[in-house]
């Protein structure tokens, strides 16, 4: 059986030897990476590498990640690229300072709510020009360089050009989505003669090469920022979107600026937990940790029927709050550090009953009191740190490659309400609800741990377990990502819909099977079934040695790399 099978069903492989040896509880798949100059966890191995040289030529880690990312655009394009969205969390080590940046694009200004009625369209589509927004990543490029880098920008991409003008050979989990998009999007000419060349889709070790993506890093490198944005770049796709029906217009492109944003944060058990405000849905994490808190989650037991029920509990209650609250702030102004508030976690704590499943659950009024991705994180050997996530939201995007660019633009409007009145409703110039979420760690004022979840909706409840594993049970980096995980889904999708009949609780297989039975007798709905249960990345700082320790996901082709 295929590697890229056996993941899709939650398996994985998990030598016992390690876990007897190692922990003594899970099985682990590979040892914790340690090194003391410096640490990149990327979901590509030969883009982790690239980090890491440019950490050798005396780059700062915000150098490396801008150069993983674009060697991702290139190597993972099916969860990637300049045609999406970036969020990052920095931490400057001059300044003892934890940045937020929100690189997320807006609705054309030309495209309405009144566009979608007249076409009798009552839900966003995935594919096409109406799912397009601007596209942020290469402003968050910028905004992070012009800020933390040490290197020209024509260094940090000239390892993506020489990897995008040579090739580089596929791996497996990676061409295996690529091969099911190609599949997806056959009416996509430009994008099948770009990605499946020769008309065939590449598969795991062939060497593909993007001449056309290297052409537009090249023009990056060269000049700067304002090409894509106010230049030839942005000419290109706004004669594209004209020809194909989209609404871009010049004037979209160039107004468009990537905000720095000020991180919101819990105490939880001794650690200071990080996140960014909405658009995107991070504070879904900070108000299940809230709840969680008042748990003693050690004493239930890991992944016993109890401490699952606890957290799916939990998550229920923040995704309705999710579903309500969570939208573009200039739109949809909220106080929302009342959502993560120890009182109104008390309050919503009050909807959930420790023996019995939800069905249907009310948003709180804080007022009183599907998708793939890359996710990267570099530590420099000045301890600086970047958690970055990107993505073009499902797969390649939209489908749709503007010509002679080498890239897909993202359909992150897929994820538009067409609801008139909705917090997350299409508008012009707004920017949509978003999945992607950067998570960090600091304690005593310090930097221990940047890391993250990729995959959709999955993601809040990744970076809860991912924590909940290092900080209540002990676990070490790689183990806390190895551990058998859950995901609850909503009885709709995509995400930022509300449950209505409980959903569904999708199980990897390392889950016991009595407590999979105690969870059918508490109410859940319980599925062994395929599911995406994310892609984790994580480095940890250990102040105390001066080492970094870095873990990456197993379920994915990624690695660890220090030195």
């Known amino acids: 059986m295929k590697r890229s099978l056996i993941l899709l069903l939650g398996l994985s492989f998990l030598p016992s030897f390690a876990g007897d040896r190692l922990t003594g509880r899970l099985a682990v798949t590979r040892s914790e990476v340690i090194g003391r100059n410096g640490m990149v966890a990327a979901s590509q191995p030969l883009a982790a590498q690239v980090g890491i040289d440019i950490l050798k030529q005396g780059g700062s880690a915000v150098d490396a990640a801008i150069a993983v990312n674009a060697a991702l655009g290139l190597m993972e394009p099916s969860g990637s690229g300049i045609g999406g969205d970036l969020f990052a969390i920095v931490w400057d080590g001059r300044e003892s300072k934890l940045y937020g940046l929100n690189a997320s694009g807006p609705a054309p200004a030309a495209l309405s709510l009144a566009h979608f009625r007249e076409k009798g369209i009552t839900r966003m589509p995935e594919k096409g020009p109406l799912p397009w927004t601007v596209p942020g990543c290469v402003a968050g490029w910028f905004a992070l360089h012009e800020k933390f880098g040490r290197l020209t920008m024509s260094q940090v991409l000239a390892p993506a050009i020489a990897y995008a003008e040579e090739g580089f050979p596929l791996t497996e989990l990676i061409a295996f989505y690529w091969q099911r998009s190609v599949k997806a999007f056959a009416a996509f000419e430009n994008f099948q003669k770009l990605y499946a060349p020769g008309g065939r889709a590449p598969q795991k070790g062939d060497v593909f090469r993007n001449p056309e993506l290297a052409a537009t890093y090249r023009v990056l490198a060269e000049k700067g920022r304002d090409a894509f944005y106010k230049g030839e770049i942005a000419a290109r796709i706004t004669a594209y979107s004209q020809k194909f029906g989209g609404f871009f217009s010049a004037r979209d492109f160039a107004e468009y600026e990537a905000e720095w944003v000020e991180p919101l944060s819990i105490p939880y058990r001794g650690h200071d937990v990080w996140e960014l405000p909405p658009n995107g849905q991070g504070l879904a994490v900070l108000q299940m940790l809230q709840m969680l808190e008042s748990f003693d989650l050690k004493s239930l037991g890991h992944n016993s029927a109890a401490y699952l029920h606890a957290l799916v509990e939990a998550k229920k209650i923040a995704y309705e709050d999710r579903a309500r609250h969570y939208a573009d702030p200039r739109f949809h102004p909220l106080d929302y550090r009342r959502l993560i508030s120890r009182a109104y976690a008390r309050k919503r704590l009050e909807l959930l009953d420790p023996q019995r499943a939800s069905r249907s659950l009310p948003a709180g009024d804080p007022l009183l009191e599907k998708g793939d991705t890359v996710y990267l994180t570099v530590v420099d050997k000045d301890f600086n740190a970047v958690s970055l996530i990107q993505s073009n939201y499902v797969g390649f995007g939209s489908g749709m490659v503007p010509d002679g660019l080498?890239?897909?633009?993202?359909?992150?409007?897929?994820?538009?309400?067409?609801?008139?009145?909705?917090?997350?409703?299409?508008?012009?110039?707004?920017?949509?609800?978003?999945?992607?979420?950067?998570?960090?760690?600091?304690?005593?004022?310090?930097?221990v741990f940047s890391f993250g979840v990729m995959g959709g909706d999955m993601q809040p409840q990744g970076h809860v377990q991912i924590l909940c594993n290092i900080i209540d049970f002990a676990m070490n980096l790689q183990e806390a990502g190895d551990a058998p995980r859950f995901r609850h889904a909503g009885s709709s999708e995509p995400e930022g819909t509300v449950m209505s009949d409980g959903g569904t609780l999708f199980l990897e297989s390392g889950v016991d099977a009595e407590v999979v039975r105690d969870l059918i007798r508490r109410g859940h709905r319980v599925s062994r079934s395929a599911s995406e249960f994310g892609g984790y990345q994580g480095i940890w700082i250990d102040w105390e040695r001066r080492v970094l320790i870095g873990a990456s996901e197993s379920r994915k082709d990624g690695c660890a790399i220090g030195y």
């Open 406 to 447: 080498g890239f897909c633009l993202q359909d992150r409007g897929a994820l538009f309400n067409l609801q008139a009145g909705h917090a997350n409703s299409m508008a012009p110039g707004k920017r949509p609800f978003h999945t992607i979420i950067p998570g960090f760690v600091t304690r005593a004022g310090r930097p």
